[in-house]
């Protein structure tokens, strides 16, 4: 609007802002309390879209003594810039002590921006991987769910120094390195409260993501935080739980898949095949287990078809 009357150009601006208020993509991220001082962001049970913003995966944070564990930033800028002022809101203000990255997926470290100046931590192939392909999954994201993404740029974290006991902020941590669901990942157990923070290791009513999986390693990662004597694990998608059954969910889903693929390829089944085969009754309950699973079995199929061949005489 143009117009040289001073008031109706202030009025003109005001219904800008207020027009761009009332579009800006919210979160509208809570954190929930989960024990003293640990708090989780829970994502939505759902793929990309222009409707969630990419806001998909759990992101939580640690209040210590003297600062704040973060854990994940989530999948944009604007994600990370609303999730640390719901931080500083429920911490009182207390410093950043250390952003920690569990995987190199997008929907969990592309937040990083909003927290600048503080150490950003990741276990080193994560780094490496985030440092190489991170362009290429933020542009992906950027296609898939539009503006929420507006001003997003990577930011790669550092190597971890460090895994095993850690004292941050005054608070006792377990840092454990695993692998499976990507080359690294990264588990984050808190003493005082029993909470283990796992990751995409651990998925709860949601079928599991692939595109990066070594299934066996994976299995084997899910036998170690078995062994963990946690009160409360936050999955990387997926409730809160208090119990095994969110890592049993995991295994009996990843282990069907193997089983499943190996015996298709074992028959000579295609491709599309596979794709198409039934997914057990047991299965069908978990969100977007369809979509996942076609995607699993374009990632995981072509190497089970070479394997299934027979030897070259
Ligand atoms: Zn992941």
Redesign the pocket.
Known sequence: MKTSNPSLRLFAGAALLACTAANAPDYALKPQRIADGVFWFEGVDEHFTRSNGGNI?NTGFIVGRDGVVVIDTGPSKLYGQQMRAQIDKASGGKPIAEVLIT?A?P??FLGNQAFAGAPIEALPATVTTITQQGETLSANLYRLVGAWMQGTEVRAPTPLAQTGERSIAGRRLRLIALTG??ESDLVVFDEASGTLFAG?LVFFHRAA?TPNADIAHWLASLDQLQKIDFRQLVP?HGPIVHGPEAIAETRAYLSWLRDSLKQAAANGLDMVEVMNAPIPERFRKLAVVDEEHTRSVSHLYPKLEIEALPPAK
């Open positions: 995966a995987h997926h929907d969990h669901h990507t995409d993501t990387g």
